[in-house]
């Protein structure tokens, strides 16, 4: 059975920093290419910053220098660390697994940024 754990999601400051984690079971975690997507109210869900098998990242133009995507293969866990937070960026963040024709989900963690 496929799980996506998020964690570390909260209510925090305009200017704040948190680091999302998302723990994966089920899967051969170093095989998959592992993204962050985000959903905010009334919105359509969008990509924030994507982590290839290789270890080759991508991010969101409004994310850019902000927000930095890693992951630990012996942890099976991808980070993403949020600085600069805005309200803006005031989301569900959910991660996600993809291999092939195989894309899992996680259930989600609210971040919420208060100005």
């Known amino acids: 059975q496929v799980q996506l754990v998020e964690s570390g999601g909260g209510l925090v400051q305009s200017g704040g920093s948190l680091r999302l984690s998302c723990t994966a079971s089920?899967?051969?975690?170093?095989?998959?290419?592992m993204f962050w997507e985000r959903q905010a109210p009334g919105k359509q869900r969008e990509l924030v910053a994507d982590i290839t098998s290789r270890s080759y990242t991508n991010y969101a133009e409004s994310v850019k220098g902000r927000f930095t995507i890693s992951r630990d293969n012996a942890k099976n866990t991808v980070y993403l660390q949020i600085n600069s937070l805005k309200p803006e960026d005031t989301a569900v963040y959910y991660c996600?697994?993809?291999?092939?024709?195989?894309?899992?989900w996680g259930q989600g963690t609210q971040v919420t940024v208060s100005s």
């Open positions: 089920g899967i051969i975690f170093r095989d998959y290419d």
């Open positions: 996600r697994a993809s291999w092939g024709p195989y894309d899992y």
